[in-house]
């Protein structure tokens, strides 16, 4: 049995109450993948300023890169929120995304049918929606070089830069494409070309990469018809591709689209996962819900586990190959919304909700 080294850090809020059911998960998955997951864990976020002074140790940083993937519940709260920015829970996480050089954010929104409803879109607008929003994660407006905000005494000016090189853009979209071919082959690729000259490289360069993808079809969006696209025909799109604050406002524009912000699941790789299914080369990612630490609702046990139990989905397809186990998984989620059990978020009057850890004990009775 081939044995898979996973770093859990469960950080605040929720954070440990839905990680407890995508660990539980992928440990009774085990024997059917002739995997055996070893765990060991850590603490990232204001659980470790609480107990280390620092929301992420060297340390940790150091048993990531000796592992085969992190899977991570969410880090913040305003108990920590008079520090100052740099020291502060969301610091960690993003410094440890930085450090392993997680260059490639993906976020699946797949509206399952049993919540076609649940979505303030019309249903016959999000049913039967499953795309993919392929975000880059490590460069452009957000590291750009300046960046300062000055208050001199003629007023107050401030810069931020967007610099993208062709590398860098070549290898977001190569990824997007190589997911695209596994999918149903087409990719937006998002940018503002008629504005930025960022964004007329970043045409240029999809367009060569994509004549290396014959059988997958680009497409160029601006940004802003995509915007309104996205609720109005979202069922267009397959993988979407675009720089990190595009990605950042448009992925959480689609996750309206899945009716709870507890849905929704996502992956930070840096590089493109094995084309062949089932090889046995592991990709190192880095999985976790979308939504945050959601401290009105901690400590309750009614949090929905799903975004982190598809997240584990997201390890076992992407860093492990086990697409079979991953689709089980995806199927296990559909079949307990079907039956019309669900957790509070998403429960209209009427219907009595399950806790985090019964929702999850469902899903693992059918994955
Ligand atoms: P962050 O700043 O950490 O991103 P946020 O303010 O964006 O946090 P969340 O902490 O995700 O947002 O919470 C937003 C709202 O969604 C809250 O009301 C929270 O209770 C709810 N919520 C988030 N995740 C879940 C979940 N898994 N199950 C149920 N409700 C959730
Ligand atoms: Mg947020």
Known sequence: ????????????????????????????????????????????????????????????????????AVLLGAVGGPKWDYLPKATRPEAGLLGLRKELGLFANLRPVKVFDALADASPLKPEIVRGVDLLVVRELTGGLYFGQPSELVRGPEGRRAVDTLPYTEAEIARIVDLAFRLARERRRKVTSVDKANVLNTSQLWREVATEVASRYPEVTLEHALVDSCAMRLVSRPRDFDVLVMENLFGDILSDEAAVLAGSLGMLPSASLHGAPPSRPGSPARLFGLYEPVHGSAPDIAGRGIANPIGAILSAAMLLRWTLGQEAAATAVEAAVADVLDAGIRTADLAGSGTQPVGTAEFGRLVRERA
């Open 1 to 68: 049995m081939s044995e898979v080294r996973v770093l859990l850090l469960p950080g605040d809020g929720i954070g440990p109450e839905v990680l407890a059911e995508a660990r539980a998960l992928l440990e009774a998955l085990g024997p059917a993948t002739g995997l055996r997951f070893s765990f060991s864990d850590d603490l990232i976020g204001g659980a470790a300023i609480d107990a280390y002074g620092t929301p992420l140790r060297e340390e940790t940083i150091e048993a990531a890169r000796q592992s085969d």
